[in-house]
């Protein structure tokens, strides 16, 4: 069974950082692209940042140069560095695992990120 725990969410003061962990299990993590997606209120879901099994990155442009992707083939774990952090970041961070599987995915269950002074 394959399961993802994300983890680090909080509330932060504007400006302030916070990182994000996942965890898998269950799976063959590094086969697996990871990503860190992100849904605000009234929002829909967005992805944010994507690292290959390789550790190609990629970032959505309002979180480039503040938000750092990282992952660690051998613990099954991607982060998510969150620096410089701005009231339009609130929202429910998620991670997922995908393949070139068609269907071959995974979600976490989310993780609360607030951003209020």
């Known amino acids: 069974q394959v399961q993802l725990v994300e983890s680090g969410g909080g509330l932060v003061q504007p400006g302030g950082s916070l990182t994000l962990f996942c965890v898998a299990s269950g799976v063959e993590f590094s086969w697996y692209v990871a990503d860190w997606h992100r849904q605000g209120p009234g929002q829909q879901r967005e992805l944010i940042a994507r690292?290959?099994?390789?550790?190609?990155?990629d970032y959505r442009d309002s979180v480039k140069g503040r938000f750092t992707i990282s992952r660690d083939n051998a613990k099954n774990t991607v982060n998510l560095q969150m620096n410089n952090l701005k009231r339009e970041d609130t929202a429910v961070y998620y991670c997922?695992?995908?393949?070139?599987?068609?269907?071959?995915?995974?979600w976490g269950q989310g993780t609360q990120v607030t951003v209020s002074s």
């Open positions: 997922k695992l995908s393949s070139w599987r068609p269907g071959d995915e995974y």
């Open positions: 690292i290959t099994s390789t550790g190609t990155t």
